[in-house]
């Protein structure tokens, strides 16, 4: 295949990175009381953003796969642990609602001058030692599970990329519908 | 995008935020040209975690050097920060900074539960950071790099990490509904 190019230097990654934080500045995503109001179910753009994004961004490796440019072979695509997705998943989603931002966002946070940012960023990196610590004990649990033989949904469901991507794009219009007069600007 | 900028010239204010849709549409393409260019996604918290290692590597270096977890990251004398996701982090850092300045945005201030005061504000985004920090280890990976990136593969475990995430997240959202007006 001719693509992904497989670059790995720094330039593409500051630029990628640029755009990444500029989108989420400007979606509303570094600001805590957005963030934490998706969760309460009174603002509905983290889904929208996401979910439009994931849509986009299937589709694109979709139609690449159809070109023969790129196969989802040549993408990372992370393994289906799905015990430790779900918890970790579950400690991502309190951490929002407690401390109002996930990883990404209080860098977003931290550089629009939120101090309670900077403070999040910091309580990650104690997270980080804090798992580091426990490692030894974690590790048989996270070890035990074993992981699915199919990695994506096409190949759990036996059904083609384009119809799971359809099925979000259906859902993603749906909650937007049945939301788009609660949300809060 | 045009009123956003419009509005600059309006008013003294802060710029409005861009339509959800148009930014989830220009992240889903950022992201798909991370895909064409590095053959992987977007992520954050595999900064974190270098930095945690650094960070471990030069307070406590014997004990590191020992972690299961962290020692492989920091053998033979090994930077993790000399990677890939901390330039992007870096990028995420000043294209975050220079959005918020051209929109006005920038203020320092202290944010979190409006019904609280500036203290146990630090202290809650403080607990919500150990907790996401722990978390995105079990899961490694967060909602950047496992929820969107992962997802964008139509990974399972993406699709699982966002479950888990909106279900615990929309729980214990209702539980603190209180400190916000």
Known sequence: MILPL??????????????????????????????????????????????????????????????GLM??????VPQALLGAALAGGALVGLGMSVGGYCPGTSV????????????FFLGLIAGTLSFAGLFSHLEPRLAAATPLQASTLQELLHVPGWLVILVLAGVAIGVHKLTSRRVVV | ??????????????????????????????????????????????????????AA????????????????????????????????VVGLALGALASALWARRF???????????????????????VLAGFGAR?????????????????????????AGFFAAGVLSGFMLKRYWQ
């Open chain 2, 138 to 162: 079990i899961s490694a990976g967060c909602t950047s790099g496992l929820g969107l990136s992962g997802s964008a593969t139509l990974a399972i475990a993406g699709f699982v990490f966002l």
């Open chain 1, 108 to 119: 977003v946070a931290a550089c629009s001058g939120r101090v309670d940012g900077v403070v």
């Open chain 2, 107 to 129: 203020d320092w201030r202290i944010d979190g539960p409006t019904r609280l005061r500036s203290l146990p504000r630090t202290a809650m985004a403080l607990l919500g950071g």
């Open chain 1, 6 to 67: 497989g670059s790995a230097g720094p330039l593409p990654a500051l630029a990628l990175g640029a755009a990444f934080g500029f989108i989420l500045e400007r979606g509303g995503l570094g600001n805590g009381c957005k963030l934490t109001g998706q969760l309460r179910l009174e603002d509905w753009t983290v889904f929208n953003v996401m979910f439009t994004a994931i849509i986009v961004a299937a589709s694109g490796l979709w139609l690449l796969n159809l070109a």
């Open chain 2, 1 to 54: 995008m045009a009123s956003a900028t419009g509005d600059l010239h309006k008013h003294r204010g802060p710029g409005a935020y861009w339509n959800a849709h148009l930014a989830g549409a220009l992240l889903g393409l950022t992201l798909l040209a991370t895909f064409v260019i590095t053959g992987h996604g977007l992520g954050a918290s595999g900064f974190t975690t270098a930095i945690a290692a650094r």
């Open chain 1, 71 to 76: 196969t989802t072979a040549d993408v990372y």
């Open chain 2, 57 to 88: 590597a030069a307070v406590a270096p014997v004990s590191t050097a020992s972690n299961a977890y962290l020692g492989s990251m920091v053998a033979e004398g090994r930077n993790p920060l000399n990677a890939w996701i901390t330039w992007q």
